[in-house]
């Protein structure tokens, strides 16, 4: 009994994903951004026949990432809830794609949304593709890498200024690569021991 309570709400968190809003809103609030979350936003490319720079068997991706990348990069998944390396990561630098090095995000459009995903309110130019997601029930906007089409997660209407825009990315789909002279929190570790 224990067990099926735990297993329905590791579902409920998992199908939660990144549509979560964030806190200190009231009822009313949550209300009106479950419908905005569902809303898909102008601009979308079709990616259907969408050709990337960066193409690879499904095999060769198995090959060059992680079981867990593969399954959220490349099959759509989603990782738990504050559970991602680099949902807290502040340091100054650019978050890459982990599975072809683009550039997708600086660290200074990174904020705290309280969705336990990394969030940034901007995106670097031309980094992204994005596409209507209609699955688990809900109207949602997909961001994918530009260069191999690798799932990152969605962008919500829903963020601060100066866009107004929230990303919500999985950090299983990103690596960090830290500004030229500074030290990442792996380096600070290292050098305490
Ligand atoms: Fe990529």
Redo the contacts with the bound molecule.
Sequence with gaps: MKNSFLISFAWLVLFSACGQNTPKQTQAQKQQDLMSCGKPLDNQTNVANMEFS?KKSEEEWKKSLTEEQYRVLRLKGTERSFTGKLYKHKEKGVYT?A??G?ELFKSDTKFESGTGWPSYFDVIPKSVVTSTDMSHGMVRTEVM?A??G?HLGHVFDDGPNPTGMRYCINSVSMDFKKEEGKKTEEDKKKEEK
């Design positions: 960066v794609c599975a072809c683009n890498c260069k191999c690798g």
